[in-house]
């Protein structure tokens, strides 16, 4: 597969706007890098990996790449999080902690978790939709990732409690930069009072060991309280800022490709199923019971141009090569996902997706997303109440700038008037 991007068009143009106003430099370098070809040492960054396949035999191959060398996300969330939070372990440890971890968000635990903790952020966004309001999407999906937020941390979830759950939590993703390998001791020192603060409440959870908490459950999967308390912190870090990044930018596609009709009118042919770690939503029925065909694909298709998270980083253990490229150990290894997906062009979810890009957005490897369900169930479940409401139209958006995760900063949706 070529790295070269094709140009953007319209809808792709709102994507590209994002991406520059996030990281106006790092951005442009990472294509211009990319334009050399799909593996470029570049000094001070590291080895910058753009081609889908090579990215999937780096995160296969745990033998000669590891997540907790140096330049790795061990340097960035050990001091904060401990050791063993599955981001920054390897080999027999990070097996184990998944295997225990695997019967966490099953189908059935997700929905039941969106169907409690969204239920009332979400009917006020169809109500409000149908009343005519301008509402802001960023806004929403904020208070959506908050009220997850609340579960995770075994917390009450009240209403109250969204907003500033998702400060919170997003006081700590803000801190990281694309470039800085680890974090200042006094970020260090801010994040382990925000997280916690935030995860205080999982212990109480944890040693109360309800089957109705994410906390208890995590009790009765054996993990300790430090390690449930870990990936208490994990979950925040990686599941928060994604999400609020990305929905927005899928109702935005939507709405730019002529997708955003109402209930029963996002479609497009064909429909992508398998996964590289678990089953996605699969077969969807919309808001009014009618299936709905080709949502899966529009979703997964929205989340190949947008990559909520765009880089992946590895250490070099031990020497080997990539695409050619001689690595040596202490190497830091740049799998700039967001390149990989985009050099296959623009938007266009019924184009079906080849293997070896399959779901590389979520990773691939003994680290594929742990929260994939839950993430694709919140997905669904906003896109659900969305079209809900009726055909809606996007009447304002601003770029986020120099966020890490690229994103909208207002994203303002309106029922379309049908006069
Ligand atoms: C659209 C939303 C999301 C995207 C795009 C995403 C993407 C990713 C990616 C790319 C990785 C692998 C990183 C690597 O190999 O270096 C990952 C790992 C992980 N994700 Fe997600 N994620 C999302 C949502 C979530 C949610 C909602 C949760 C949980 C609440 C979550 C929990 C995790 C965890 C725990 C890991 C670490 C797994 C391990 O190291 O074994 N993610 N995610």
Known sequence: MTTALAPPTAP???????QTAAHPV?????RAVAARGPVVRVPRVGVVVSDAALAREVLGDTVHFTKTGPGSPADLWTPVLGPSVLLNMEGSDHTALRRRLSGLFTPGYVAALCARVLAQPLADLTRRLRAGEEVDLVRVAQICA??????IVGMPVEPGRFATAHAEASEVTRMVRLWRPSMTGRQVSRAREVLGKLTASAVTAYREGSEETLPGRLHGLGLSEVEARGAVGAFLLTGTETLVSFIPRLVALCHDTGRLAGPGMLSCSGSRGGAD????????????????????????EALRVTVPSPVMLRSVAVATTVGGVPVAPGDRVVIATLLCAQAYGPFAPERPHPPELRRLWFGAGPHFCLGMPLAMAQIHAVLDAVLAAGPTAVTGRRAARRVLIPGYARLDLKLRSTT
């Open 12 to 18: 792709d143009r709102w994507e590209q706007r994002l």
């Open 26 to 30: 790092a951005y442009r370098l990472l």
């Open 146 to 151: 908050g009220a997850a937020i609340c579960e």
């Open 277 to 300: 770690g678990g089953g996605g939503a699969g077969g969807y029925d919309g808001a009014d019971g009618s299936a709905v065909a080709g949502l899966d694909a529009v979703v997964e």
